[in-house]
């Protein structure tokens, strides 16, 4: 007889008393199939890009939600840039700074959110319906706030001929030993901001951070990305040496209308990443206005990000960005359903936030990966060395009460594979969940409970997926997260709309060969997870009001 996946109240609940007590980390693997030569932004950080992107871009037309983020013809009254009168002395406000002054005043007066860089204390993960329709109540109004930004589509060539604007993309991109990009998908996907303002006659100052620097550290250098950059672009990319200082200021100053100017590695400076008020106006100086569009950095209050919006205006949200709000917060927001929330990835502990956030707003909860077993032994099931955060049973428990008031169904793997150690060619066999042996671990769902995900995910209109369901890296422990990604490109076909976020996941699907066929694949890994999980994002909540 066919198991049914674990339901939420799952009736084996038994006293903890008589469980061993295990628990101990499993490093992430280095992957096999990865040449070892990879290295990036990322080797510091949790995850390395597998494979090369496949060749689409990220302006494949959207499938489901409509979207903000094409561009919209110019308001009727053209935005006026303000340029500064010549010779005021030093001690009085220009024109400029007290247009400034007013135009930040005013929109400040309107953000109703709280401030980016002091967010709400995290509250305790116990549960409760309360809780839940506070969460559910404080992520919708964060989540209008994030809606209503004003695109930079609403600029037009009155707005931008001849004019020089700060554009932050998320550049941040994996480079081998050889400093070859390893997957463009960031630098493609900022192509479409770019080119619409180099039409409109802007001069172009793009900005990026590249991994973690400490101090200038020639490997993370913004360099290697020119030609790539040019090629996408149809026009010679100019690289500055450094991204505030008088050479960049005469760089910028001999910028033709229609030209690009890439500035270094903005971390480099230590001041980026402490959104020093000083340094985000050196920033600021050499442009006009401002565009941000790194939604891979929007969770970060720095001084590209955050800090420069108090200096240039407008400071409008790009293509990307929007079109990354316009799903990710669509769907939360907004969904078509039933809407489905697929978490997986190694630990509970990364995810608690998202789930209890989803756990207002979906129907069904699928969990899959490493933190199953924490949900497992919370249940008093046998794990074996499996994966096991023991300061997070008591929370499991209660994150299976909650979507049991909630009537969320949730879906916990009824089998698992497990092995006899944490290696690509470990020895592995097909488990019942409730029957794990001791000495062996569970790195991937099993096939009844493929079948039952399947089945579960059938049913609805929209999906979320954060999180592997195994150890992809692993071929042997591959198929649960293969199955999924598989499943969620032909329900896409089939007009569910499919949304991936987090790095592991969107590597896992671009492995698979199906990044293309889903309706949106994030280009931010931590920023998604903390937009799904609620919390505000600094770099779209400084951005101005629609
Ligand atoms: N059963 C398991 N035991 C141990 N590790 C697992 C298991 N299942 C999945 N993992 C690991 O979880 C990791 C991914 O987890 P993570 O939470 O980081 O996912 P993600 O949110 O998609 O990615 P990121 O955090 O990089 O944005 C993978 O390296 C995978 O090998
Ligand atoms: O890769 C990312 O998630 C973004 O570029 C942000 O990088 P960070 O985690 O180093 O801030």
């Not at 309360?130 to 707005?159: H, N, P, W």
């Not at 996408?232 to 005469?250: Q, R, S, T, Y």
């Not at 049973?393 to 089998?415: N, Q, Y």
Request: some cysteine; hydrophobic content about 40%.
């Amino acid at each position: 007889m066919r198991r049914r996946a674990a339901h939420l109240g799952i009736s084996t609940r038994h006293a903890f008393q008589n469980l061993p007590l295990l628990s101990f980390s499993v490093p992430k693997p280095s992957n096999p199939s990865r040449p070892s030569a990879i290295r990036g932004p990322r080797a510091h950080g949790r995850r390395t890009v597998l494979t090369p992107a496949p060749s689409h871009t990220q302006t494949t037309p959207y499938k489901s939600i409509p979207s903000r983020c094409q561009p919209v013809p110019p308001p009727s009254t053209p935005h006026v840039i303000g340029t500064p009168p010549p010779q005021i002395p030093p001690n009085i406000p220009s024109h400029r700074e007290l247009r400034l002054r007013l135009y930040k005043e005013n929109r400040s007066a309107r953000a109703a959110s709280p401030h980016p860089s002091k967010p709400k204390p995290s509250p305790s993960p116990l549960q409760s319906s309360d809780r839940l329709a506070q969460i559910a109540a404080d992520s919708i109004r964060f989540l209008d706030g994030m809606a209503t930004k004003r695109s930079v589509g609403t600029l037009g060539e009155a707005d931008l001929k001849g004019k020089k604007v700060f554009v932050r993309a998320d550049l941040n991109v994996p480079l081998d030993d050889a400093q070859k990009i390893t997957d463009d998908t960031r630098i493609r996907a900022s192509i479409p901001t770019i080119k619409y303002l180099l039409e409109k006659g802007a001069k172009v100052i793009l900005a990026s951070h590249l991994g973690r620097p400490k101090g200038v550290t020639p490997k993370f250098s913004l360099k290697p990305l020119v030609p790539r950059l040019s090629e996408l672009l149809g026009l010679e990319v100019v690289m500055a040496p450094d991204c505030i200082g008088e050479e960049v200021e005469k760089l910028a100053a001999a910028l033709p209308d229609g030209g690009v100017l890439l500035l270094e590695n903005v971390r480099f400076y230590k001041e980026e990443e402490k959104n020093d008020p000083e340094f985000a106006k050196k920033l600021a100086s050499v442009a006009d206005l401002y565009v941000n569009d790194a939604f891979g950095t929007a969770h970060r209050a720095h001084a590209s990000t955050e800090g420069v919006t108090k200096f240039l205006m407008p400071s409008v949200a790009g293509f990307l960005m929007q079109k990354e709000l316009d799903y990710l917060v669509g769907a939360v927001a907004n969904p078509k359903k039933p809407f489905a929330a697929i978490v997986g990835g190694s630990k509970v502990s990364s995810k608690i936030g998202v789930i209890e956030s989803l756990l207002a707003k979906v129907d069904i909860l699928i969990l899959g990966g490493g933190m199953i077993f924490t949900f497992y032994k919370a249940q008093g099931l046998a794990v074996g060395k499996s994966l096991v955060e023991e300061d997070k049973l008591e929370l499991a428990t209660s994150l299976i009460e909650t979507a049991k008031s909630k009537g969320v169904k949730l879906l916990l793997p009824t089998d698992v594979v497990v092995a006899d150690k944490f290696a690509a060619d470990a020895e592995s066999k097909i488990v019942p969940a409730t029957a794990i042996p001791d000495g062996w671990m569970g790195l991937d769902v099993g096939p009844d409970s493929i079948k039952t995900f399947a089945e579960a995910l059938d049913t609805t209109k929209t999906v979320i997926w954060n999180g592997p369901m195994g150890v992809f890296e692993f071929e042997k422990f591959a198929a649960g997260t293969d199955a999924i990604a598989k499943q969620l490109a032909e329900l896409t076909g089939k007009g569910v709309t499919t949304i991936i976020g987090g790095g592991d996941s969107v590597a896992a699907v671009e492995k698979a060969g199906l990044a293309d066929k889903m309706s949106h694949i994030s280009t931010g890994g931590g920023a998604s997870l903390e937009l799904l999980e609620g919390k505000p994002l600094p770099g779209v909540l400084a951005l101005d009001e629609a």
